[in-house]
């Protein structure tokens, strides 16, 4: 079955940067767009950015120019590197992949405060 890990979360000061991994498996990864997703106490769910298979890109207009989305599909993993991190970035983030439905792993916790 589909399985996501994230991983590289943690806690960075208003400025600094993360990178987030997703780690895949159980479907073809590279014939599959992946997403991120994240969530804010007490809010819903939002996209982030997604990649297609063939490599294009798309972000929400609250990250555009600080975030950047990549795939590695010999080591089936997608990164979002986030740059010049605001606190208003702080959320649980998700990958997410498409596959004969929506599939979501555990989501990895990112929290910007001085």
């Known amino acids: 079955q589909v399985q996501l890990v994230e991983a590289g979360g943690g806690l960075v000061q208003p400025g600094g940067s993360l990178r987030l991994s997703c780690a895949a498996s159980?479907?073809?990864?590279?014939?599959?767009?992946m997403r991120w997703y994240r969530q804010a106490p007490g809010k819903g769910r939002v996209f982030v950015a997604s990649i297609s298979s063939g490599g294009s890109t798309n972000y929400a207009d609250s990250v555009k120019g600080r975030f950047t989305i990549s795939r590695d599909n010999a080591k089936n993993t997608v990164y979002l590197q986030m740059n010049s991190l605001k606190p208003e970035d702080t959320a649980l983030y998700y990958c997410?992949?498409?596959?004969?439905?929506?599939?979501w792993g555990q989501g990895t916790q990112v929290t910007v405060s001085s």
């Open positions: 997410n992949a498409r596959v004969l439905g929506d599939s």
């Open positions: 159980g479907f073809t990864f590279s014939a599959y767009a």
